[in-house]
């Protein structure tokens, strides 16, 4: 029994195979931290960058994305869509406050509503304004903000008016108001409650993926018009950003006034 006890492991081929991945990745891990850095700064890839031929204004802008969370609409697992749309763009340089008035004419263009804009300070609010109160409205919130040298542009759709409209008014109206013929129906064909509540239950499914399959359609018509939004937003916005900044009056050069 002692010799037993003290005999070695053996391990499955499989677990052979996991074991020589490991170390390899650990050899890989080991190597890398060995090797002398080869991080380089913001200033060294714009002069690789304009080396090849890009601008550097794009290589600032591509490395501040780097620093935002990745923007991601996840599905819900009910519905099978997101429950809520958010998009996020950052631009290089500060939009003044007088050019507002485009980018509000553009939300109004694009969603068919006057909405409640609002500025605070230089930043932009806009909220519509039918989806606080009808369930079939938009409930969009959009928010420009110029702070430390860019333009934060947000935009935001809530949908679980849409998707709480749906599922109370198939699933809970139609599937609910047919429950008593199906169930009446059945026990007078079969005579057997498992077959009745057997029925009633693929009723309910029936009405359920029905509800989800528009919710869906809904959803991704939403999520495309949105990203198409906030692109011409931010085109927009880059435009108003380089027309002020081409705008700036140069400094005045002093003048003698002694004669």
């Known amino acids: 029994m002692a010799d037993t006890a003290k005999r070695e492991r053996q ?12 170390a390899a990745e650990l050899q890989q891990t080991e190597q890398t931290e060995q090797e002398p850095s080869t991080a380089l700064s913001l200033i060294e890839v714009e002069q690789i960058a304009k080396e090849a031929g ?14 935002q969370p990745a923007q991601t609409n996840r599905p819900s697992p009910w519905l099978g ?6 998009f996020e763009r950052v631009v290089e340089g ?10 509000v004419a553009e939300l109004r263009r694009t969603l068919g509503q006057n909405g409640i804009p609002s500025v605070l300070g230089r930043s932009l609010a806009w909220s519509s304004t039918m989806g ?7 409930n969009v919130d959009v928010s420009i903000v110029p702070r430390g040298g860019v333009t934060t542009i947000r935009v935001e759709e ?20 047919t429950s008593g013929a199906v169930i009446g129906g059945s026990m007078a064909a079969w005579h057997s409650a498992p077959i009745s509540v057997g029925l009633l239950a693929c009723s309910t499914s029936f009405f ?13 018509k939403r999520e495309k018009e949105l990203s198409e939004l906030i692109g011409r937003l931010e085109a927009q916005v880059e435009t108003a950003i380089g027309s002020s900044s081409k705008a700036l009056p140069n400094p005045a050069k002093p003048t003698d006034s002694i004669r």
């Not at 869509?81 to 958010?86: F, I, M």
């Not at 109370?168 to 599937?175: K, P, R, S, Y």
């Not at 359920?208 to 991704?220: C, F």
Request: a positive charge; proline letters at 4%; aromatic letters at 4%.
């Open 81 to 86: 869509a997101p429950t809520r749309l958010v």
């Open 94 to 103: 500060e939009i003044p406050a007088e050019e507002f008035e485009g980018l």
């Open 132 to 138: 606080r109160r009808h369930a079939q409205g938009r």
């Open 158 to 177: 809530e949908l679980r008016n849409i998707a709480g409209a749906l599922l109370g008014g198939i699933v809970g109206g139609a599937g609910g108001g």
């Open 11 to 22: 391990y499955s081929e499989e677990e052979v195979a996991l074991i020589i991945k490991r």
């Open 54 to 67: 890009i601008d550097p204004r794009l290589i600032r802008r591509a490395a501040m994305g780097l620093d």
């Open 208 to 220: 359920y993926m029905l509800a989800r399959t528009i919710y869906n359609g809904i959803a991704v």
